[in-house]
């Protein structure tokens, strides 16, 4: 055990003489590869549009987010919070006709990707949470959400 008197001799290094670096001008005229257009991977075709919508779990409760990028496989969400990854969650989408009736469509899904973001807009920094849904199965609407709820 060292006590507050000992020292620990610590033995330093010579700098690696790294001078040629600069001076070596062959090092400009390696090939770097161009990539090629990336090619789309995905399976489904994405719906670029921001839509609001209820996330809920039975651990979680019920929670306001912002849907992005909705496909027939899947959903990205902007949440409050990250619900870990393998929850079990239902997306409720509505949308409030002329005749005051209420479209709805319920949604079972997995969290499969989890996302933070952090950006600056002028001079602050902010950040943002995202989660990757991958949808499972279309649930009936009497699994939906009442619309005083939605208010």
Known sequence: MRGATDHVLVKRREPLPLAHVLEDRHLATIPVPVIEKRIEKRIHSRFDKA?????????YGDTYAIARNVSAG??????????????IVTVHFQHAREDDQVDEIVVRAEVKHHHYLNFTGG?????????????IEFLEPEHGIPAERWQ
């Open 51 to 59: 839509f609001l919508v209820v996330i809920g779990s039975e651990l």
């Open 74 to 87: 899947g959903i990205l969400v902007e949440m409050s919070y990250a619900p870990p990854l393998g929850t």
């Open 123 to 135: 001079n602050d920094a902010a950040s943002a949470r995202a989660i990757g849904l991958r949808f």
